[in-house]
């Protein structure tokens, strides 16, 4: 698939104490809950932005200009764009990027910054359904959302009325598929890290042990 043809756009929040993993205190302070957004987010940006096979973009949920993500960016001299999500909620700010993205790109696929398993391939895969014929394809997560959606068309009405951080996300969207009339595809489902629960998921990461708990 030609590079211009495809790009991944990488959803990720500000790291700011008491605004983000929040549902994994007080099992981890507030501080460590930051920590761990921060690893987060950087792994996810280390395992997908340098491949060859499409464009990247990262989409902050604060201006470009946020030492974080101006950090996060710098080796990459340039190639990789930083820009600020409009919208009142998250359907309305990956809608926005959706349809900002797709009149650049034939193929456009949004990654969230929770799920340190998702990988290249998973992303190859998702182009390769999209480049076959599917107008969407998911990623979903183990607890009922979605950690990845790609499309190569874009409604309003596919992130409409979804209620974002529940265990119905990607229910109510496989419904709004059916009733945009969609093809769509999904892969097998993965893992992210949002409460207390999931940190044992990391073990193999060497970023979580019964013993240690968290490791920064």
């Known amino acids: 698939m030609p590079r211009r043809d495809c790009c991944v756009l990488q959803f990720a929040k500000l790291p700011e104490l008491g605004k983000v993993k929040t549902r994994m205190q007080p099992h981890l302070s507030p501080a460590q ?7 987060l987010t950087t792994y996810t940006y280390a395992c997908l932005a340098p491949e060859p096979g499409w464009d990247y973009q990262l989409w902050a949920s604060s201006e ?9 960016v710098e080796p990459a001299q ?17 809608g926005a990027a959706l349809q900002l993205a797709l009149a650049s790109y034939r193929w456009v696929v949004i990654v969230g910054s929770d799920c340190p398993f998702l990988t290249p391939a998973h992303i190859q895969r998702m ?6 014929g599917s107008d969407c394809v ?29 265990a119905t996300v990607l229910a109510q969207t496989l419904a709004n598929l059916a009733r ?3 093809r769509h595809s999904c892969l ?3 893992p992210d890290i949002d ?17 240690r708990g968290f490791t920064p």
């Open 180 to 182: 945009l009339g969609w």
């Open 78 to 94: 340039g190639r990789v764009k930083v820009l600020a999500q409009r919208g009142a909620d998250l359907g309305e700010r990956m």
């Open 127 to 132: 182009f390769a359904a999209l480049q076959q």
């Open 195 to 211: 409460r207390p629960e999931d940190l044992q998921q990391l073990q193999e990461l060497g970023w979580w042990s019964a013993e």
């Open 188 to 190: 097998a489902a993965l």
């Open 33 to 39: 809950s930051v920590l761990l957004h921060q690893r």
């Open 138 to 166: 998911l990623v979903p997560a183990e607890d009922g959302g979605y950690v990845a959606i790609g499309a190569g068309r874009y409604a309003p009405d596919l992130f409409a009325g979804v209620s974002w951080g529940g």
């Open 64 to 72: 470009p200009g946020a030492d974080f993500f101006a950090r996060l």
